[in-house]
């Protein structure tokens, strides 16, 4: 059995990071390889539905179908192929962190990869799907999140590491040189910014957070 599993916190309600997963229309932006995915019925998303893609991954064109084996509202669904080159299923999580979602996405290969990738190690595509699920999770954030965490300023962004790493505004003043009020302005406009509710919330996230 191989796994692959990749996370992020996105700073955004339970209920908004949900109802954007399961649209099929937006996977591609997070899910890695995806170009295109789609519904086979008109209902919505649900147990026993079956979705069709077409996924591009390590220079190799694929066409599945998967169907939805679990679906628990508002925490996880699974989707399990079908018809597709080698078995897998894709779970997708959500749950509170803090002041927003963490996001987890984990693949099952029961049976590995076959000749699917040719002679590429299990290893490498292990690694490089990890990598691609990291990027399109993070693509999902900056997208709902709408970028807020690269809006900080290079200031902001010094304030939020020395908040994560559980120092007091006095000690964030000595280490940046800056006045204790002026860490406090900075502490304001980044849980502003990233619509965090307080600063043992952002040490909450940091310790979610991928890196």
Known sequence: MERAEASVVIFRPLQEVWDFLLSPGNTPIWSPGSTTLSSLS????????????????????????????????????VVTGVDSAFPFSAETQVEPAGGGTLVTKRYLFPEAFGTAFDAVPTA????????????????????????????????????LRLVQDGLTNRAIADELTISIKTVGHHVSAILAALQVPSRHALRRLSRLQAP
């Open 42 to 77: 008109e209902k919505p998303i649900g147990l026993g539905s079956q979705v069709r893609g077409i996924s591009n991954f390590l220079h190799k064109r694929g066409e599945w179908i998967g169907e939805v084996t679990a679906f628990e509202p508002h925490s996880r669904y």
């Open 124 to 159: 490498v595509i292990i690694g490089s799907m990890e990598r691609s699920m990291q990027t399109g999770l993070l693509n999902l954030a900056d997208m709902l999140d709408l970028g807020a965490r690269r809006n900080l300023t290079a200031r902001q962004q010094d304030v």
